[in-house]
């Protein structure tokens, strides 16, 4: 069993940066790949990234790649998300996710554990 809580969503300009952290609960965080994924009001549940269980592979969509950076901290149980250039279209709910496996999946069925979410809110 893994719990995870989201942080540091909030509101900026279009071009500004945030930082996102998801903190993980349990000893054997060092095992899953972990992942981000958004969903916007009124669409579907969007992959963001994701990064393998010893963090040494990164996938990411064209829509975020190069602005984003997914990393890991398993000394900390930390996952962050580096968000760079923000655009109005990344506004969403952003949420972090745990699955089983070391390969970094894209795809939210992988996943076995979600965050509540954090909201992020890019004004332009």
């Known amino acids: 069993q893994v719990q995870l809580v989201e942080s540091g969503g909030g509101l900026v300009q279009a071009g500004d940066s945030l930082r996102l952290s998801c903190a993980a609960s349990?000893?054997?965080?060092?095992?899953?790949?972990m992942g981000w994924f958004r969903r916007a009001p009124g669409k579907e549940r969007e992959f963001v990234a994701a990064i393998s269980s010893g963090g040494g592979s990164r996938r990411y969509p064209d829509s975020v790649k190069g602005r984003f950076t997914i990393s890991r901290d398993s000394s900390k149980n930390t996952l962050t998300l580096q968000m760079n250039s923000l655009k109005p279209e990344d506004t969403a709910v952003y949420y972090c996710?745990?699955?089983?496996?070391?390969?970094?999946?894209?795809?939210?069925?992988?996943?076995?554990?979600w965050g509540q979410g954090t909201q992020v809110t890019v004004s332009s």
């Open positions: 349990g000893r054997t965080f060092s095992r899953y790949m």
């Open positions: 996710a745990a699955g089983v496996g070391a390969f970094p999946s894209t795809t939210a069925r992988s996943y076995d554990y």
